[in-house]
């Protein structure tokens, strides 16, 4: 009988599906790896097992400890389905820019959640960063994974993401395409691909513009889950051959046409990605691009899928491309 003992085990080995009315008539190939099938709805459960699983190894987390830890969704809720396993409690501290569905989420699977400011430096003690270290340290048998310089989140996609895409496209890829927030999945995915290519495979990080890791100067954006204010340790900048950056209102435009013309319904920081995975294709006809599509829609369905909230930011709601004057007779 093919039954899994827990729902931690069934994390990864997530299909590839082609792209097909987004992608511009003469591009090249596009194939997204659709993360949003992992238990916990996002790539994040991929890092969550490792780092947890390293812990015990070394002693970190031990029977009874609570894991604390800064996050704005996805990671906590790989972290609570592991640590729901295993016995341990959860403290998660969340910007305050992270949607309400996301905290809910994070609260149903038993998790204690504390949010913090947005608008305040990395170094403040209200931040989310200093918030969960001091909660980390006062918290007996508290353990903070840290995705943001934890090494095994980059070598969980060394061990997993970048060995089932090479199986997956038979070794024909020639482009990986991700967006960039630890900046673990690029690392270690790119990393192996680089590796088993022998370099043939070219790495292309998506970056919110603003962000660092395309050159910007931290200044807010509004995609969830990717860009940077600082360069954290879980990110090889000497893995991507290049980064593109991305407007919050391409992202989001890119977003609702996921879901209207490809069944699609993704996150924000999916719709960045295939932008960039599109200006690759539009370059070079072809290439086999595999993009990462890190997490599903329902947690952004009172933000980037409301007209008014779209509306509120400036944003068209990215209908008119599929809708025709005259549709409603
Ligand atoms: N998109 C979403 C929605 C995420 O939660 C994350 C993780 N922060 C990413 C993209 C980026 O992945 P990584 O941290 O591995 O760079």
């Known amino acids: 009988m093919q039954i899994a003992d827990h729902i931690s085990e069934l994390i990864g080995s997530t299909p590839l599906v082609r792209l097909n009315a987004v992608v511009p008539s003469g591009s ?17 459960d991929r890092i969550a097992k490792k780092m947890v699983d390293a812990a015990e190894a070394e002693g970190l987390l031990k029977p009874g400890g609570t894991i604390v830890e800064p996050t704005s969704g996805n990671t906590g809720v790989g972290l609570a389905l592991v640590a729901q396993q295993r016995g341990y409690k959860c403290i ?10 996301k905290i809910d989420v994070l609260r149903a699977y038993g998790a204690e ?10 170094e403040h003690p ?10 980390a340290a006062e918290t007996p048998g508290g353990w903070k ?7 095994n989140g980059p070598a969980s996609h060394y061990e997993s993401t970048g060995p089932e895409i090479w199986e997956q496209t038979d070794g024909e890829i020639t482009h990986l395409v991700a967006g960039i927030g630890t900046g673990g999945t690029i690392t270690g995915t790119g990393r192996y691909l680089k590796e088993i290519s022998k370099g043939r495979v070219k790495v292309v990080g998506v970056d919110p513009e603003g962000s660092v890791y395309s050159g910007g100067s931290g200044r807010p954006y509004l995609v969830e889950g990717v860009g940077e204010d600082m360069w954290p340790g879980a990110y090889d900048p000497s893995v991507p051959d290049e980064v593109i950056a991305v407007s919050d209102a391409e992202s989001f435009a890119m977003t609702r046409r996921l879901a209207l013309e490809e069944g699609l319904l993704v996150g924000g920081s999916c719709g ?10 539009e370059r070079e006809p072809d290439a086999k691009i595999v ?7 329902r947690g952004y369905l009172g933000k980037i899928f409301d007209d008014e909230w779209m509306a509120s930011y400036g944003f068209t709601s990215g209908e008119e491309d599929t809708t025709t004057v005259g549709d409603v007779l």
């Open 126 to 135: 209200d931040s989310y960063y200093s918030v969960s270290d001091r909660l």
């Open 28 to 44: 090249a190939l596009v194939a997204a790896k659709v993360e949003y099938l992992n238990p916990g709805g996002s790539i994040k």
């Open 272 to 281: 960045m990605a295939v932008v960039g995975a599109l200006r690759v294709a």
């Open 113 to 122: 959640v504390r949010v913090t400011p947005t608008a305040v430096a990395p």
């Open 92 to 101: 998660f501290v969340c910007p305050d820019k992270v949607g309400q569905d």
């Open 145 to 151: 994974p840290n995705q943001y310089e934890n090494p």
């Open 291 to 297: 993009v990462i599509l890190p997490d599903g829609g």
